[in-house]
């Protein structure tokens, strides 16, 4: 009879992220904006000074013709006024030469600065990339365990876009905008006061306007950046998982939590260009109602002969009032394009703050000194540092009285009382003592969350220890520089991962200097030869989609010859072979226990049959080691490794 019971979902309807106290205090809009301009002319000292005032001229002139108009008009209405023709045409070609010769200016620099803004902003947009890349690479492994991926996905890409935006159009246009708006309100206060003002009363009708629209527009944009960043991260983790959607027919519930995902961001989205497409048509009509508000202010202040309040002395005249009405709808479009242009920066502002966000998460922090190095014997028999590979390595330690220290790298270690917890108050590791001398083999097995992977996440130094002391060689681990120490260590992963390449530039991974006959050792030693040489281009065959083109194990092969290559002292093994049928497992087996000759071995396992030779094999139960000992004598204390072995644990 077939169960009932619906599927667990994989995600519920809200795609969250675990808080993680290192992520970087987030910036007000303002202190952003500030930080991105410095950033920028941090980047480009000169080219980005030239722009501006490339774009500055631009906007000034696009003024000029207001200026011009007025001369005009009032050289015609004194030439009219006195009767004489004579002098009006050549006052008026002169204008216009002038003015053609501001406009060519005005086109040279308007190609200076749009050529500059290309090589400015996909310059600045390649450098965000590096820092933001450059910087995840020093992320701790906690930071990628607690955020999803398909959200830091979206830094590189939507985040990135709307920064792209904002520099490559809404800046440049918010500049030319606010320029000619204030070069024109100067230009109306030169020719009268009196219609200026009429022009400020519009002026405040717009920001009310802009204010009440607009703060509404801009808080749902920020909000669909997020929205958008929390869909991509879900759209990852089906893409992903999708086998495990096919085999628990979970389709119905994954287009649920995905509908729910994509309506919270239409509601974001849609109220942000609902709020976007309403500010711009009521700017235009407020710019309208101004240009007849002036034009009949004008008209009036004509008729009654009212004497004209400027900063010029000009008489109030025709020749002001059809300028002004010139610049009144240039004065309002500009208004109106500058309101425009606020979506767009604070849209590109909140991608950009999420970009400066993850700029701003704390790195690794590695307060080690202890370095690995090559070495070889000195005739006393004592280390010596050398540059060339001569596979004896030791720790250099550098002490406070100048003097420098070598010790062999032999794998001994040893954790002493350790206590470990991934949330504060919740420990998961509690007083865990154990040693691995040089060359021992050292199982760890127990039930799903005992604590066997967190030992060798602590070992790598992937997290802290909250109490306690790991020493390696004699030395503490806090002392010895991460990549040092990871350098030492080979890990296979229960989960395996291949980059996009060929197979031996896979397997070469693990050691980039490797010539191919020692990648192809490697391969050999780790049973991963005989299936190689039978793809279509052998070693040359290239890979993507994390190997999809191999099975499991054969993934896992090649995980494992990676670290073959490194030929490191320490080996850690977590479930190494857990994917690997029984009879490759039979020769991935011989392959591993040459590997693991002369190398102190950290296993973690499910079949304790992988087991049976280890040196030491600990049994833990929910952070505690429980029972030590080899093969033999835990099943003679007849205890949990005993019912494990026997299956009587699963039974009870």
């Not at 309101?339 to 080690?368: K, W």
């Not at 220890?465 to 390696?472: C, E, F, N």
């Amino acid at each position: 009879m077939r169960s009932t019971a619906r599927c667990i979902p994989l995600r519920t309807r809200q795609v969250t992220t675990m808080p993680n106290k290192g992520t970087a205090k987030r910036l007000a809009p303002k202190g952003v904006l500030g930080r991105l301009i410095r950033t920028l002319f941090g980047f480009y000292p000169v080219l980005l000074p030239v722009t501006v005032a490339c774009i500055l001229f631009n906007a000034v002139v696009s003024s000029v013709p207001s200026i011009f108009m007025q001369n005009v008009i009032a050289a015609v209405e004194q030439s009219w006024q006195s009767g004489d023709w004579s002098a009006v045409s050549g006052r008026i070609l002169g204008l216009v030469a002038l003015l053609a010769v501001f406009y060519v200016l005005s086109l040279a620099a308007g190609v200076v600065y749009t050529q500059l803004m290309a090589v400015i902003t996909q310059g600045s947009l390649e450098k965000m990339r590096e820092k933001m890349f450059n910087g995840m690479q020093d992320l701790p492994i906690r930071y990628f365990d607690t955020h999803n991926h398909g959200d830091i996905m979206s830094y590189y890409t939507n985040d990135i876009d709307t920064l792209r935006q904002m520099i490559s159009q809404s800046f440049p246009q918010l500049l030319i905008s606010a320029v000619t708006v204030i070069t024109v309100f100067g230009i109306m206060l030169y020719y009268s006061i009196w219609l200026a003002a009429v022009v400020v009363l519009g002026v405040v009708c717009m920001v009310l306007v802009v204010r009440r629209i607009g703060g509404g527009s801009a808080k749902y944009f920020v909000r669909q950046q997020q929205a958008l960043g929390r869909t991509e991260g879900y759209i990852e983790e089906m893409m992903n998982g999708q086998k495990v959607v096919k085999v628990f027919c979970h389709e119905q519930e994954a287009k649920r939590a995905f509908d729910a995902i994509n309506d919270a961001l239409f509601s974001d989205a849609e109220k942000a260009n609902r709020y976007a497409n309403m500010l711009m048509p009521i700017l235009n009509n407020i710019g309208n109602v101004l240009y007849v508000v002036v034009a009949l202010a004008g008209g009036i202040l004509l008729l009654s002969g009212a004497p004209n309040l400027s900063i010029s002395g000009l008489a109030f005249s025709i020749s002001i009032v059809v300028p002004f009405l010139n610049m009144t709808k240039q004065f309002s479009g500009n208004v109106s394009q500058v309101s425009n242009q606020i979506n767009s920066i604070v849209m590109g502002l909140a991608g950009t703050q999420r970009i400066f966000a993850l700029i701003d998460e704390q790195p690794e922090t590695d307060e080690g000194y202890v370095t690995l190095v090559n070495a070889k014997e000195g005739a006393d028999g004592t280390l010596e540092e050398c540059a060339a590979r001569t596979n004896v390595w030791a720790w250099k330690h550098p002490h406070g009285d100048g003097t420098t220290t070598y010790t062999r790298l032999t794998g001994d270690v040893r954790l002493f009382d350790v206590d470990f917890a991934y949330e504060e108050g919740k420990t998961v590791l509690h007083d865990v003592t154990l040693y691995a001398k040089p060359g021992q083999k050292v199982a760890f097995v127990g039930s799903t969350g005992a604590g066997k992977t967190t030992i060798t996440n602590l070992i790598n130094r992937f997290y802290d220890i909250a109490d306690g002391k790991i020493r390696y060689d004699g030395i503490n681990i806090n002392k010895i520089k991460k990549a040092d120490l990871r350098r030492s260590l080979g890990v296979v992963l229960q989960d395996t991962n291949l980059f996009t390449g060929t197979v031996m530039d896979n397997i070469r991974y693990g050691r980039l200097d490797a010539c191919d006959e020692e990648c192809i050792a490697a391969a050999k030693l780790a049973g991963a030869h005989d299936f190689i040489t039978r793809l279509p281009q052998g070693y040359d065959t290239p890979l993507s989609g994390n190997g999809a083109s191999l099975s499991q194990g054969q993934r896992q092969l090649l995980a494992i010859a990676r670290a073959a290559v490194a030929d490191p002292p320490v080996m850690i093994l977590d479930e190494a072979t857990s994917s690997i049928d029984t009879r490759t497992e039979a020769i991935v087996q011989r392959g591993m226990d040459a590997l693991m000759t002369g190398r102190t071995v950290f296993v973690i396992a499910h079949r304790l049959s992988t087991v049976k030779n280890a040196d030491a094999i600990m049994v833990l139960d929910h952070g505690r080691i429980i029972e030590r000992g080899t093969h033999d004598e835990l099943l003679a204390l007849k205890g949990t490794y005993y019912q494990l072995y026997t299956g009587a644990l699963e039974l009870d």
